[in-house]
């Protein structure tokens, strides 16, 4: 099933695709109306980091990367990236799309000179490609949730080194 996988930018006549299979992944629009909102922001939305997978030209999978910054405690921001959301169609789950997915985002993100990556996902799933919590750098979700979801890696050698505080995500995470 996995073999004709492509990994590739979502272009503009992906985004009713990418909708849809964010709802049916995630059971709910919440997720969807979230891409859709970010895509807007001109700030946030990096259109290299909106990453699709595709069998036979159908979209199977999609993630995407958003700028956020790290506040920390004088008010100084640190840009990051926020992975959210990720989905795969229910159908090519566990079959490693997720993870071909991740690591083209990073492989780009590098590229276009990020240096870390928050997550607030799976705690057995996310360790699997350098995720640790982010508490180890003395970084906290804007929310209250268990330090072993909230996690980040270095994309760069030293990418949070002397970096702390919170994150602050986009205005759109709120509105979902």
């Not at 590739?8 to 990418?18: A, L, N, S, W, Y």
């Not at 922001?41 to 956020?68: M, R, Y």
């Not at 870390?116 to 929310?143: M, R, T």
């Not at 979801?149 to 990418?159: K, N, P, Q, S």
Request: a neutral charge.
């Amino acid at each position: 099933m996995t073999e004709q996988i492509k990994i590739r930018r979502e272009k503009q006549g992906d985004f009713r695709e990418v909708f849809e299979l964010n709802h049916i992944a995630f059971g709910q629009d919440n997720e969807a109306k979230l891409v859709d909102a970010l895509r807007i922001n001109q700030i946030a939305f990096v259109p290299e980091l909106s990453i699709v997978a595709t069998d036979n030209n159908k979209i199977v999978g999609h993630i995407l990367f958003s700028k956020i910054s790290i506040k920390d405690d004088k008010g100084n921001l640190n840009e990051s990236l926020g992975l959210a959301p990720m989905a795969v169609r229910p159908e090519y789950q566990k079959c490693g799309i997720g993870g071909q997915l991740i690591r083209k985002g990073f492989e780009v993100a590098k590229e276009l000179g990020f240096k870390s990556v928050i997550v607030l996902g799976h705690e057995h799933y996310y360790p699997k490609f350098g995720f640790q919590p982010a508490d180890k750098w003395k970084i906290k979700a804007p929310f209250d949730v268990p330090s072993n979801v909230f996690m980040a890696i270095e994309l760069a050698t030293d990418g949070l080194k002397n970096i702390s505080g919170t994150v602050v995500y986009p205005k759109e995470f709120e509105t979902v």
